[in-house]
């Protein structure tokens, strides 16, 4: 089985400019979470999906939106890219978004640098 | 709010000698924790996990950890590493309650020396 694919792998912006990164979970998961990973620390928790229904969201601006489509996909938005949007992007599935207690498996995320 | 302290930011060791990498939590609730271990240009990978029951959790590639409640402790420790260990390792915790948000440390860089 195929595991959480994420799109595109590199991508490099300008500042000011909007990105959108897309996110496939593994078959049969139906919560996604994205988060950000800036170098030299740990992810850092943005938003997790479920059932299509955003259940939670960390602490970034409303620069920042997502969404999850019936086939349970998902895409991050960013608009007004800054400098310090510069980060590693990833995006994970879980089978069942409403136990804490169930795993994340993550993809292998979305480098994303603002020049 | 949860929180995870990762005492060591790199940990330097010798080939098939013994390690631990330190891992401390704070929260009000109970806990459920973990292990991530990431390796270089990858995303995380689920290393082990303590949801509740024996205190002592084991992975497939001979590294445990072991929940001590009473120090708000889940450190990871391997007997014998081996150069593939050579990975960024992240502890994570999360609640029983709210939304599925996990909290991870910085990371500690195992770096086994041949």
């Known amino acids: 089985d195929a595991g959480v694919t994420q799109s595109p792998t590199h991508l490099i912006k300008t500042r000011g400019q909007q990105v959108t990164l897309r996110c496939s979970p593994i078959s049969g998961h139906k919560s996604v979470s994205w988060y950000q990973q800036v170098l030299g620390q740990g992810p850092q928790f943005i938003f997790q999906?479920?059932?299509?229904?955003?259940?939670g969201r960390g602490n970034f601006p409303d620069r920042f939106s997502a969404r999850q489509f019936p086939n349970y996909s998902s895409e991050l938005n960013v608009n007004a890219l800054l400098l310090g949007d510069s980060a590693l992007y990833l995006c994970?599935?879980?089978?069942?978004?409403?136990?804490?207690?169930?795993?994340?498996?993550f993809g292998n995320g979305t480098r994303l640098t603002v020049t | 709010a949860q929180s995870v302290t990762q005492l060591d930011s790199q940990v330097p060791v010798f080939e098939e000698a013994p390690v631990e990498l330190r891992c401390n939590y704070s929260s009000s609730v109970s806990v459920y924790l973990f292990w991530y271990v990431q390796y270089p240009n990858q995303g995380l990978q689920l290393l082990l996990k303590y949801l509740s029951g024996s205190t002592l959790v084991e992975s497939i590639n001979g590294f445990e950890a072991e929940f001590n409640k009473s120090q708000t402790s889940f450190h990871l420790r391997k007997p014998s590493v081996h150069i593939s260990d050579t990975a960024e390792y992240f502890c994570a915790v999360t609640t029983s309650g709210g939304y599925q948000k996990v909290t991870f440390g910085i990371g500690t860089k195992l770096q086994v020396i041949p």
């Open positions: 994970a599935s879980s089978l069942d978004g409403d136990r804490n207690n169930s795993p994340l498996h």
């Open positions: 999906y479920y059932e299509k229904e955003e259940r």
